[in-house]
């Protein structure tokens, strides 16, 4: 380990070296979250995606920019003709950073280690319907499944499915071994992360020569960082009311896209009086959702009816079923023997658009008589008090996983919905490939949680990303948490 | 009086005052949000414009007065109430044991830095107006506790005290009824300062986002949420800054005034 780190820290002090010599083969990227480790296959947080994701760690398949599943690691695939079998053919010649090859059997490791019973991975359901992986010969893969699965090359792409080997899985949080176009060279934990560019990358190589990845939490740092040209490009900007001076700056560009978050007022529907569809169809009418794009995006944010991206296929606009309406709000509590009103929580984590939207949301609450009490907290108070602990009655957080209505069908999810008929749709969801089907069964979906009125559906979260005029390549959508700098360049 | 002593006066009267009408007349509902109206600089229907969510800034900074003075005030309270008898009873046991415990009390407590401990206090009992009155109340405790001590260790040596002991009052008696009234004019010099303190207290902790709670508010998070919009709308930061800069000049000016005022040297000079 020592050994290696040294090679590694010698070889990026080279590329840093080299990269101050010629003319810009480095980035300097900045982003709000550092990431708690370097391990996408064991945990949650987001933030191990935005700088390893198609950068380090790779999987069979990938997204792009604009949200398409393309092949990665795997060159093509067969399906059988009942859906239950996927035959993957991997590229050759793929080696990890360490030097050792990627073959069939890295890729059954990876999937049986994210699909066993003791695993950590964040999101095992993308596995769940996995019960066999075998070799067929070190190029060929068969993966079996229990029942037909519409998603299955869809959910190979997430950063949770990342091909990773047994031969570097025990320091795969601090010195994470992947077969990407970066390589990991070093972690400052606090300020930043390096990549170098791995030069015998099987696909096409990197044109940057290494990447810092550094990490500012605070908003007005952020804006006096990019203003200072100390970063190259700082994604996802915390500040939305910075853009129009970025816009307005020549040595600067905008990139004004979407992500897949849908941001949501999140409702306890366990906790009376939320239990009431009526109660939350009343705070459903006495949220004006424009005024929360407004008055805490600064203008950034489609508005939603249901918890679906507009820009996916599927996308029906259901902003009307839940209009704003404070007397149409009143009179439902009024019917739901709440006509006084009445007192909840509102727990807050710290992004601008849950505590700006907390704040004006308390304010439209207030209107129809619910006194919501604004509760700030940090995300680790958030995780232990509203995600796990289930102790809140409501909370404004972006659900920035792609294609994630399937968490209603959980009841053990933290805003507790329990519907049969949306299980059972889900599961039928999931077992059907037809896309025109799938579509059908999707809108059914959007507009069972939109009757029911689950959640307040407030905006989808823009993507708001600053670089200097001269960087190209970057995303502009976040079809998942990721910064793949593998085809970012300057312009000459 | 001094000319410090006017000017402090009138300052802290001003701030009174609004923080005062707040409570029957503001021009605004401090809480009423109009979006549209954003960010509008002073003019003559906001007298000092509107914020990002278009709530009226003069509202807020009048019921925010009210805030930062209740907070102050409670603190302040909190310090003398407990700290001075602490420091009475402190050189009334001078030597002793109990002496000797309560000022090493002290010292600890005066160890710690405020602003640790208050976000300490904040982070177990949660963010609050209340936990910030008991954070900033503590840290008033070993100050008057030091100056009552002090103060009255003097006084124990005059002859008036020695009177009264002859004349069989016991410790606790003559410290209420001699030595209180003798330090009154020290404690009200001390308090008009820690005043001002607590309402840089209050503001600190509002700032880091753990004093009042929205949508209480507060002159403190009124400039933590006008931090990115600085460069482009300078008088969300100006206004409540402002607000803090007169109410701690005046308290300070009026302390300063009221100590040569209330000073029996400087009284046998002036006279």
Redo the contacts between chains.
């Keep these: 380990m020592s050994f290696k780190s040294l090679v590694l820290a010698a070889s990026s002090a080279l590329a840093l070296a080299a990269g101050a010599a010629s003319a810009k083969d480095s980035i300097i990227v900045a982003m709000q979250l550092e990431p708690p480790h370097l391990d996408p296959t064991s945990a949650a947080a987001g933030a191990i995606d935005s700088v390893l994701y198609s950068n380090v760690f790779e999987g069979l398949t990938r997204f792009m920019g604009d949200g398409a599943v393309v092949p990665g690691l795997a060159a093509s695939w067969e399906i059988s003709d009942d859906g239950l079998t996927y035959t993957f053919s991997l590229h050759s010649g793929v080696t990890f950073h360490d030097g050792t090859t990627m073959d069939a059997e890295d890729v059954k490791f990876s999937l049986d280690r994210a699909r066993a019973e003791d695993s950590t991975n964040a999101q095992k359901a993308l596995f769940a319907g996995i019960i066999d992986v075998s070799v067929v010969n070190p190029q060929t893969v068969k993966v079996t499944l229990s029942e037909p699965n519409g998603n299955f090359l869809f959910n190979m792409a997430w950063g949770d499915a990342v091909i990773v080997a047994p031969e570097s899985i025990d320091d795969i949080k601090t010195n994470p071994i992947g077969t990407g176009a970066f390589k990991f060279a070093n972690w400052v934990q606090g300020d930043k992360i390096e990549l170098a560019r791995n030069d015998s990358y099987w696909g096409t190589p990197a044109v940057l020569s290494s990447a810092n990845f550094k990490f500012i939490s605070d ?2 740092a952020a ?1 006096a960082a990019m203003m200072a040209e100390d970063i190259d490009a700082f994604i996802s900007f915390p ?1 939305p ?2 853009i ?2 970025f816009e307005a700056d020549p040595r600067f560009q905008v990139l004004v896209g979407s992500t897949e978050g849908e941001t949501i007022l999140s409702t306890n529907n366990m906790q009376p009086p939320f239990d009431d569809v009526r109660v939350r169809k009343a705070v459903a009418h006495a949220i004006n959702r424009q ?1 929360i794009v ?2 805490a995006m600064f203008g950034y944010g489609t508005p939603i009816g249901s918890h679906f991206a507009p820009h996916n296929p599927a996308y029906v606009d259901l902003t009307a079923n839940s209009a704003y309406d404070p007397e149409k709000a009143k009179s439902l509590l009024a019917e739901a023997g709440m006509a006084e009103g009445f007192s909840t929580t509102l727990h807050l984590p710290p992004p601008s658009y849950a505590r ?1 939207g ?3 949301i ?2 439209q609450l ?1 209107e129809v008589g619910i006194k919501a ?4 907290v940090e995300w680790a108070q958030w995780l232990e008090t509203v995600f796990r602990g289930k102790d809140f009655g409501l909370t404004i957080v972006s659900h920035t996983e792609p294609m994630d209505i399937g968490i209603y069908a959980r009841p053990e999810y933290y805003f507790q919905y329990d519907n049969k008929g949306f299980q059972e749709l889900m599961t039928g969801l999931n077992a059907t490939t037809d896309p025109g089907k799938r579509i059908e069964m999707m809108q059914e979906a959007q507009k069972i949680i939109a009757d029911d009125y689950v959640n307040g559906y407030l905006f989808q979260l823009a993507q708001l990303s600053v670089a200097k005029a001269g960087v190209q390549g970057l995303w502009t959508n976040a079809p998942t948490q990721a910064t793949d700098l593998t085809s970012v360049s300057w312009a000459e | 009086m001094t000319r410090n002593l006017i000017i402090g006066a009138t300052l802290s009267s001003l701030v009174l005052l609004a923080a005062l009408v707040s409570f029957v007349w503001t021009p605004f509902d401090h809480a009423a949000m109009n979006i549209p109206a954003k960010l509008q600089t002073p003019n003559l229907i906001h007298w000092l414009g509107t914020d990002h969510f278009g709530r009226d800034i003069f509202s807020m900074i009048m019921v925010g007065a009210r805030t930062s003075i209740a907070v102050a005030l409670v603190a302040v309270g909190i310090g003398i109430s407990i700290g001075v008898p602490l420091g009475l009873t402190a050189a009334a046991r001078n030597g002793g044991w109990l002496d000797e415990l309560i000022m090493r009390g002290n010292d600890l407590v005066f160890a710690f830095p405020s602003l640790v401990i208050a976000i300490l206090i904040t982070a177990i009992f949660g963010a609050g107006a209340i936990n910030a009155i008991i954070a900033i109340g503590i840290f008033n405790i070993p100050v008057f506790a030091r100056i009552s001590r002090g103060a009255a260790l003097s006084l124990w040596q005059r002859e008036f005290i020695m009177a009264a002991r002859v004349a069989g009052k016991g410790t606790a008696r003559i410290s209420a009824e001699h030595i209180l009234p003798n330090i009154a004019n020290l404690l009200i010099v001390q308090g008009t300062i820690q005043f001002s303190l607590g309402i840089l207290a209050e503001a600190g902790l509002s700032y880091v986002g753990l004093g009042a709670q929205p949508p209480t508010p507060s002159w403190g998070r009124m400039l933590a949420d006008a931090q990115t919009m600085v460069s482009f709308a300078p008088h969300l930061a100006l206004i409540p800054g402002s607000a803090i800069i007169v109410t701690v000049l005046g308290l300070n000016l009026m302390g300063d005034g009221l100590r040569d005022y209330l000073d029996p040297k400087l009284r046998v000079a002036r006279t």
């Design positions: 908003p007005t804006f500040a009311e910075n129009p001076q005024a407004d008055g700006r907390g704040e004006i308390a304010a207030a009490e604004i509760i700030n």
